[in-house]
């Protein structure tokens, strides 16, 4: 009696929003690229570097000589902000599987696995939550209460979610469209895929202190941004339900910014 062969796992992308994050970002593609290759042997390693003004464009091409089968550099030619970070890497992976988290290591690589093992035909995303904040405690006071304000105002269903650890399906994009290029992409993309019925679980992830660079989101005229930016977004989702139009172009349909510079670059003079 012959023995099916075992099921292909599926390919995964990985990529990495960054700025100014030279002190870790080496450290997390390699982290990324062990971890990757223990689940699948089709996977791919992508740095978004947001226009960074230290040396974190140039670590990001030594790292895809170091690993050139599997690693890819995308250059913002300027700072363009998370949110314009993260469609970048929405729009660049081209595996079945996308997996992101920050450069800065507050997040662990490794445990990936967690969230991978999660993974199963009735789930469409897994999101992580953080078991415990490693922030100053005006952080977490300031994190929770964003956390409860932004849940009630789109009654987002979530444990936590500004918890940037997410594996989900490349598909999700061929129906819904990010617009956002600040941090409330987060709130603007859980919404969408909780509404549009994405089946949604949740993993508990462990958070570290940020050992390099400074936070861009807490200071007090990006907080008051944030705040209006937010009641903009309310009014769209909530009260127009804009995303629900049938003439919405997916973010798999749109256009990749033509400024990007692509890894392999040109000969530097």
């Known amino acids: 009696m012959s023995v099916s062969p075992a099921p292909k796992p599926p390919g995964l992308s990985i990529f990495f929003p960054a700025y100014n994050d030279s002190g870790t970002i080496a450290s997390m593609v390699i982290r990324a690229v062990k971890a990757a290759s223990e689940l699948t042997p089709d996977y791919e390693v992508l740095v978004i570097d947001d226009g960074s003004a230290d040396a974190t464009a140039e670590i990001a091409d030594e790292l895809v000589h170091t690993y050139p089968d599997h690693v890819r550099a995308i250059h913002h030619p300027r700072n363009r902000d998370y949110g314009a970070a993260l469609q970048t890497g929405f729009r660049s992976a081209t595996k079945e599987l996308i997996f992101y988290t920050d450069g800065d290591a507050q997040y662990d690589p490794a445990e990936l696995a967690a969230l991978w093992a ?152």
């Open 118 to 269: 999660r993974m199963s035909p009735d789930v469409d995303l897994v999101n992580g939550y953080k078991i415990s904040r490693a922030d100053p405690l005006h952080r977490i006071i300031i994190g929770r209460l964003y956390h409860h304000i932004v849940s009630i105002l789109f009654g987002l269903r979530l444990r936590d979610v500004d918890c940037d650890f997410r594996l989900m399906r490349r598909t999700i994009f061929d129906r819904i469209n990010l617009e956002k290029t600040s941090g409330i992409i987060c709130v603007e993309m859980m919404k969408k895929i909780q509404d549009a019925g994405f089946r949604i679980a949740e993993v508990p992830v462990h958070h570290y202190h940020r050992a390099f660079g400074t936070s861009e989101f807490f200071n007090y005229r990006r907080l008051v941004r944030t705040g209006r930016d937010l009641l903009i977004l309310w009014y769209a989702l909530v009260v127009r339900r804009q995303h629900r139009s049938p003439d919405v172009v997916p973010l798999t349909k749109t256009a990749a910014d033509p400024a990007n510079r692509v890894y392999p670059s040109p000969p530097r003079p």
